[in-house]
């Protein structure tokens, strides 16, 4: 990584609870590439003042975590398609000041249920109402799942989140037939490295082992409960280690107009994996 300069351009992550994962996987293709720039992750304690830094200092890239994904949408000069379809922001693109709002989450999880071939018959649990649920609720309609609950305890959001897309909504999981699908996506923070809720199950054992793919969204730690209760039952997994590398990657690109190669890639998840 070049010594830090006044020419470097720096990119930076906002998050309730940052981890290293976007900070290494970023600051590791910089040096592959041979980029004079720099990836810091922050926990802003004002979101305002936060994105009128990154407007005033000149911060070329913003990535955006839970809990700002609909909060920065006031603070941005213009909504790009993907953010504004859904709603939701997870990237801010700074040209000379003015601010663009992007989603790249929805193509993590378009191209995640692509590459493991999920059954667009399958039935859905979808479990969560916020930013990246809007993302995954879009990229399951616009991929052809019908059969898709949403459970959120809060009916405003969930209501409104399921209506949008077609959906069903129910406020707590249920028991039977009703608290089982052929695939069950958690998309809140619980399991989350650092959260009140980071050793509970987002699913009780028994929806997990009625499920044939348990896709969990949450990306730290990479084996998150949920993740290991899927494999310790024998269940095809999607992580939310692979979603953040993917989503990652499109904002690499957004930042820089390079597209790396799949292995410097490769070599960027590596690099995450081996902190």
């Known amino acids: 990584m070049p010594i830090l300069n006044k020419d470097m351009t720096l990119c930076i992550s906002l998050s309730a609870r940052p981890s290293n994962n976007g900070t290494r996987f970023h600051n590791h293709l910089y040096d592959q590439l041979g980029l004079n720039w720099i ?42 398609p993907s953010a504004k379809a859904i709603d939701s922001v997870n990237t801010i693109v700074n040209d000379g000041g003015r601010l663009t709002a992007y989603n790249t989450d929805y193509t993590a999880i378009e191209q ?30 616009d991929a052809g799942f019908k059969d898709v609950t949403v459970i959120a305890r809060n009916e405003a959001t969930g209501r409104a989140l399921a209506d949008l897309y077609g959906f069903a909504w129910r406020a707590e999981l249920g028991t039977g037939p009703d608290a089982t699908a052929d695939m ?26 009625a499920a044939k793919i348990v896709f969990d969204v949450v990306a730290l730690p990479a084996e998150t409960p949920l993740i290991k209760a899927g494999r310790d039952a024998g269940k095809q997994v999607i992580t939310g280690a692979e979603v953040a590398t993917i989503q990652a990657l499109e904002q690499f690109v957004l930042y820089t107009g390079i597209r790396p190669t799949d292995q410097q890639v490769r070599d960027a998840e590596a690099f995450v994996r081996a902190q």
């Open 184 to 209: 069950i996506i958690n998309v809140t923070p619980v399991g989350m490295a650092g959260g009140p809720e980071a050793d509970a199950l987002s699913f009780p054992a028994e929806t997990i082992g």
């Open 39 to 80: 990836y810091k992750a922050f926990a802003p304690t004002d979101l305002a003042q936060a994105i009128a830094g990154v407007r005033g200092l000149g911060i070329r890239g913003c990535a955006v975590s839970m809990p700002y994904k609909e909060d920065v949408i006031a603070l941005v000069d213009a909504m790009d």
């Open 112 to 141: 995640l249920l692509q590459r493991n071939a999920v059954p667009v018959e399958s039935s859905v649990l979808l479990k969560g109402a916020g930013g990246m649920a809007k993302a995954t609720a879009a990229a399951l309609r």
